[in-house]
């Protein structure tokens, strides 16, 4: 069984999920990627994540095929543009993403990233959906601790559930203090490209894990970000064979000589830097 965390609201939800990030931006790739996110599905990686951004609304519509007549097994992910971001414009922006994803609710819908649009503004939006009840939850994303207790003096803005940032072993800033800061207000963390998109697989240190674990460096690096309290990882897939991996990273657990080896190869922040992003 899947593995899962909480919301502030006490709601569970799966720490492994899926990304949607490059997906519908070449139909010809639409089944495919489809297909890919069912075989997650079927393996109980059900929340599922993505944006109006991505693919401009093409990676919603490829949600949309992936989970016709399973709707109830997902929690479902979205996000509205900052420059959407106004009270009116994130009602419509959700009401268009719910179009293109072919459902009547969004389970949590984010701010993609802060914009020239007031917190008040854009949480207003989302009280307002959540009355309509076209989303359930709602969130940020790419907000560094300075922007997370900004928020939380708006009004309502101690609703947040969740905090999408980038977070992988190469880039371990966040535990430096807005990891900290999320844990100590029970909110759970969002890592995106949880394995930075690929491009730190071939090192040594983490062959040399993978080894040890039977698994394979891509596996490791997510089972090192859900060792982590309150880490949701929502790493992008359209092969099966990347997404059967991915699922193994839940059952990887690292020991301590582990982890030693991999702080030593990506060593853990110092002091506080500024959040990275992609």
């Known amino acids: 069984m899947m593995k899962q965390t909480a919301l502030p609201s006490g709601e569970m939800v799966p720490v492994l999920g899926q990304g949607t990030w490059f997906m519908g931006e070449d139909r010809r790739q639409f089944y495919q ?18 944006a109006e951004m991505y693919g401009n609304g093409g990676a919603e519509e490829v949600v949309a095929e ?10 479902l992910v979205s996000k509205v543009l900052p420059s959407n971001a106004s009270r009116r414009g994130t009602r419509l922006a959700c009401e268009r993403s719910l179009k ?45 601790t300075e922007d997370m207790e900004e928020l939380q003096v708006v009004d309502g803005g101690k609703g ?53 674990c039977r698994a394979t460096p891509a596996a490791v690096a997510l089972a090192f970000v859900l060792s982590r309290d309150g880490v949701i990882a929502i790493p992008k897939s359209s092969t099966s064979k990347h997404i059967q991996e991915n699922r193994r990273a839940v059952d990887v657990k690292l020991t301590a000589d582990q982890l030693a080896v991999l702080d030593e190869a990506f060593p853990p922040p110092r002091r506080k830097r500024p959040l990275e992003m992609l």
Not at 66 to 75: G, L, N, P, S, T
Not at 175 to 203: D, T, V
């Open 100 to 144: 293109r994803l072919k459902c009547e609710t969004i389970d949590l819908y984010l701010l993609h990233w802060r914009g020239g649009y007031a917190l008040e503004e854009t949480v207003a939006g989302f009280e307002d959906l959540i009355k309509a009840g076209k989303i359930r939850h709602w969130g940020v994303s790419n907000f560094d």
């Open 66 to 75: 992936a989970i016709e007549h399973r709707r109830d097994e997902v929690f």
């Open 160 to 212: 947040v559930s969740t905090n999408q940032v980038l977070y992988n072993l190469s880039r371990r800033g966040v535990e430096f203090e807005l990891l900290p800061w999320c844990q100590e207000h029970k909110m759970p963390i969002m890592a995106y490209s949880p394995i930075e998109q690929g491009r730190m697989l071939n090192h040594p240190a983490l062959a040399r894990v993978a080894r040890e």
């Open 33 to 50: 990627e489809a297909d890919a996110l069912r075989l997650g599905l079927d393996l109980g990686m059900s929340l599922i994540d993505t």
